[in-house]
């Protein structure tokens, strides 16, 4: 099945999964986790992308945030490619760290939001990483500390996430411990890892049962929530795309402006695709790139196969002028 494109609305809660490529670590060290939070908390304060609870475990991590104005991929590919570069440098590795594709979860925050900081910041406690809430409470990877009073990080919204559990902090911050720990026995809670409704319902055979017997479900992979929320988001997405991108599709999109580019930059189009490195045409390449990524939100995929070169290459050149 062709992969869905990503429903990246700036202001839209998000549960975030990254994982190290084929299941390696991404962390060996100390040094490492401190790179790791350092970068999250430096990206997520210049793309204003709020960060509500985090994890990160040996192999992956997990984030909850609200993107900022810029949307979740942005925030997404200065961070884990910044982290990755500074990894592979002092590792004195190459190639791919993370799995090219992370997994963000479009999320209902009124049923989910609860339910969702307490699956985070509970992961240490299932991997067997601390051996209990006391532990728990004074882990470093996790925004859990934060949460208890025990850590300090600016850049995580600590005051709306204890909003949630009462009006003065100190109530706030046991009630929340206590849901916490309540939640220990209920294991690894597969709904709320991705599938939206499907999951909730308990897989795909209950959401065609429901079909066959006439009762109208809609459900969506990339979202957490009940029937009306995954109708709601998936139409906002759609009329997204449609605002950027008119009646044209992508490759259409595309296509205008390569042409045009290429025409007032008097270079031929074919060279372009056929992935010369010459310097001007390589600039030239970037500049469109980061245009058809940053501007109209293509996938770097589509992005990769307009203009003949590999995802890679295009990932790189956007986090070149990122940084510029």
């Not at 793309?47 to 509500?52: D, G, M, N, P």
């Not at 294991?187 to 308990?202: A, F, M, T, W, Y």
Request: some cysteine.
């Amino acid at each position: 099945m062709p992969r869905q494109a990503r429903l990246d609305a700036p202001g839209t809660l998000h549960h975030v999964i990254v994982r190290g490529i084929e299941r390696r670590r991404i962390v060996d060290d100390r040094w490492d986790r401190r790179s790791f939070v350092s970068r999250l908390a430096q990206v997520s304060s210049d793309t204003e992308t709020v960060i509500y609870a985090w994890v990160l475990m040996t192999n992956h991590a997990h984030i909850l945030l609200r993107s900022g104005h810029h949307g979740l991929s942005r925030f997404m590919r200065r961070f884990l490619t910044g982290y990755a570069i500074t990894y592979n440098l002092r590792h004195k590795r190459h190639g791919h760290l993370f799995q090219n594709r992370y997994k963000s979860i479009v999320c209902d925050e009124d049923a989910y939001f609860r339910e969702l900081v307490r699956y985070i910041h509970l992961n240490p406690v299932r991997a067997k990483v601390v051996k209990n809430m006391s532990e728990l409470d004074k882990y470093h990877w996790s925004g859990h500390s934060v949460l208890m009073g025990n850590l300090k990080h600016e850049w995580q919204d600590r005051d709306y996430v204890l909003s949630w559990f009462g009006d003065k902090e100190g109530e706030a911050r046991r009630a929340y411990r206590k849901y916490v720990q309540d939640g220990i026995d209920e294991g690894s809670r597969p709904d709320l890892v991705g599938g939206g409704l499907v999951r909730s319902l308990g897989g795909w055979s209950q959401v065609l049962s429901l079909r066959r017997d006439n009762e109208r479900v809609l459900a969506d992979e990339r979202v957490l929530g009940t029937g009306d929320f995954v109708q709601r988001v998936v139409r906002e997405a759609d009329e997204r795309i449609k605002y950027q991108l008119g009646d044209n599709e992508l490759g259409e999109k595309a296509r205008q402006l390569i042409e045009q580019t290429c025409k007032d930059e008097e270079i031929n189009p074919n060279e372009l695709r056929m992935g010369s490195r010459r310097g001007r045409i390589a600039r030239v390449r970037c500049q469109i790139a980061y245009q058809l990524v940053e501007r109209y939100g293509f996938p770097l995929a589509e992005v990769a196969r307009q203009l003949g070169v590999t995802t890679s290459a295009i990932s790189k050149a956007i986090s070149r002028l990122s940084r510029t």
